[in-house]
């Protein structure tokens, strides 16, 4: 089945700063790669998603990248703000396949 | 959110108990799936359903029972089968469409075995 790697597990930046998590997958036939955060107490919530016919996908001050090849994808947030501090999660799902399988998950804190 | 409803929001349960959480959408989507979050862990997959009376097995599904009698409500049972039931258990549909793979969330429900 699918396993998705997810690092760091934890990221401090400055408020301003750009933060990158990058997350790797096993199955090539994988085709879905959403980003999901999680505030504390909370059930996640999908912030921008990318699909496999595209190599990059932005959505104001988050952008999501996806390499095929190294199948690897990464989420980019620039311009940090206190309130992006929270716990994101990757995952990835292939069409037809039963659920999403999701990374370990990063805490980001953003001190202002 | 947004049309789904996970209760009770906290739960306490002694061992040797069955509990069983309650998720209600009112978005008339057919797949419904029950995840379990661990500190630390992302989210694994303990049972799914993709269309009423019909339901499957996640990853850990072991320790855990569901039912799909309605096409709104999906709920999960933790049974005293299951050895380490304390986690933050999440409920979600799937959007419409034919071929999407959005996971919509509820909020929650976190169990504590006393």
């Known amino acids: 089945g699918e396993n998705v790697e997810q690092h760091p597990s934890t990221l401090s930046v400055q408020e301003g700063d750009s933060a990158v998590i990058k997350c790797t997958y096993s199955d090539s036939a994988s085709n879905y790669f959403p980003w999901y955060k999680q505030e504390l107490g909370k059930g996640p919530q999908l912030i921008i998603d990318i699909r496999s016919n595209v190599g990059e996908k932005k959505d104001q001050r988050i952008a999501v990248t996806l390499n095929k090849t190294a199948k690897h994808f990464s989420l980019h947030i620039t311009e940090t703000q206190p309130e992006d501090s929270a716990v994101y999660f990757c995952a990835a799902s292939r069409t037809g396949r039963r659920a999403l399988t999701f990374g370990s998950g990063t805490r980001l804190q953003v001190q202002p | 959110d947004g049309g789904i409803t996970q209760s009770p929001k906290y739960l306490f349960r002694k061992e040797g108990q069955n509990v069983t959480l309650s998720c209600e959408q009112n978005?008339?989507?057919?797949?419904m799936y029950w995840y379990r979050q661990d500190p630390g862990q992302g989210l694994r997959l303990i049972y799914y359903?993709?269309?009423?009376?019909?339901?499957q097995k996640g990853d850990i599904a072991e320790g855990y029972s569901v039912s799909r009698e309605k096409k709104e409500s999906f709920p999960l049972t933790v049974t005293s089968a299951q050895k380490n039931p304390t986690a933050f258990y999440l409920c979600a549909i799937r959007g419409a469409g034919v071929d999407t793979g959005e996971l919509f969330f509820g909020e929650g429900s976190r169990l504590t075995v006393l």
């Open positions: 978005l008339n989507h057919d797949a």
């Open positions: 359903s993709q269309i009423v009376n019909d339901f």
